[in-house]
């Protein structure tokens, strides 16, 4: 861009345009640290679309009717979970601040808030609607949700001042004078139990992803009920609350041996299916495991090429061989499960 030539932009109609916060968002992530500047305009108007979130997100949550009920079994799991999350994005973005990596500071947090947040934490603490009407949300859920709201703000108020100064004045009854900028931010670094608890949600949430991809993949409506089997043990029992919430199950039982019209599907090697019934169509769900087993068939086969090489075995660094191998034992796992369920189709 030069001025001389007149082809920069004008940054007061980027601001009409796009707010002054999305013109901020969109010029830092387009400014990686030791970079040129690569502008695109696009970037402003993501930036628009995440102050929109933000908006949305605060008044649904203070449109929410409260109530001194006890907390929902949900709602402890998600605001323990949400808390861990915190302090994990929180110790990473103080990381990235000292090493000036400003960018990636800001797309952290913007994930934390658009995909935790937003598409995770309230979807599993919502209320649910009776007969076309709001329920109420318990009170200890609902204060635990406004203080996430508020280390949110503070944690984009230095990419975002604008709206976050707004939010935060509205969150809460403040003082004359009190801002968000001379308020503090202070986190504990996540412990032990706060990276097994979301390495254990991270899990859960492909749990629900993969019962929305068969609701997907089959055409079934989001508001039928489904029932989900756990072939041979559920290790995410304790979760079954907030996995039955978010996939909107009737049911979730641990069974020997699948349905022979469910569709299945793996999350690491624990395997979990849907039972159908009448409602897939028997010929085209074999010839789509079939397809699925000749991909699985030629990878396992690479695979086993390569851990044949006895020069890759002895010279590749052991970590690389344990990957290699573990690949050929998940692989086997899901390509015999796959044998299983087209056995049950067909049988």
């Given at each position: ?14 601001i009409?345009?796009?707010g ?96 935790e ?47 976050t ?80 919430k ?29 039972p159908?019934?009448?409602?897939i ?10 397809a ?56």
């Amino acid at each position: 861009m030069s001025k001389s030539l007149g082809n920069s932009p004008d940054p007061i109609e980027l601001i009409e345009k796009f707010g002054a916060d999305g013109v901020r968002m969109g010029m830092m992530l387009s400014a990686p640290a030791g970079n040129d500047i690569l502008f695109d305009e696009a970037l402003c108007e993501q930036g628009r679309n995440f102050n929109n979130k933000i908006w949305n997100a605060f008044r649904l949550v203070k449109g929410w009717k409260v109530a001194d009920i006890e907390q929902s079994e949900a709602g402890k799991i998600a605001t323990s979970w949400f808390e861990a999350k915190l302090k994990q994005t929180n110790a990473e973005v103080d990381d990235l601040f000292k090493k000036y990596r400003i960018s990636e500071a800001l797309m952290a947090v913007y994930k934390l808030f658009w995909d935790e947040f937003s598409s995770w934490y309230l979807e599993m603490v919502k209320p649910a609607y009776i007969n076309g009407e709001a329920q109420p949300i318990d009170k200890a859920t609902y204060d635990k949700t406004l203080e996430f709201f508020e280390i949110l703000l503070k944690m984009l108020h230095p990419f975002m001042p604008f709206i976050t100064e707004e939010l935060w004045q509205h969150l809460y009854d403040r003082k004359d004078g009190e801002s968000i900028m001379r308020d503090s931010l202070k986190l504990p670094a996540p412990s032990e139990a706060d990276e097994k608890l979301a390495a254990q949600i991270e899990s859960v949430k492909q749990i629900v992803s993969g019962v929305r991809m068969v609701r997907s993949s089959k055409n079934i409506a989001p508001k039928e009920q489904l029932e989900l089997q756990a072939v041979g043990s559920n290790n995410y029992e304790a979760y079954n609350t907030v996995i039955a919430k978010m996939a909107n199950l009737s049911a979730i039982n641990v069974v020997a041996e699948k349905d022979a019209t469910a569709s299945a599907f793996m999350v690491g090697t624990d395997e979990f299916a849907v039972p159908l019934g009448n409602m897939i169509d028997v010929e085209a769900e074999i010839a789509k495991m079939e397809a699925q087993l000749q991909h699985l068939e030629g990878f396992l086969a690479g695979v086993k090429k390569k851990l044949s090489n006895e020069r890759f075995v002895a010279n590749a660094p052991e970590a690389v061989v344990a990957l290699e191998r573990k690949k050929q034992s998940d692989s086997e796992e899901k390509i015999a499960a796959l044998k299983e369920s087209i056995a049950a189709l067909k049988g």
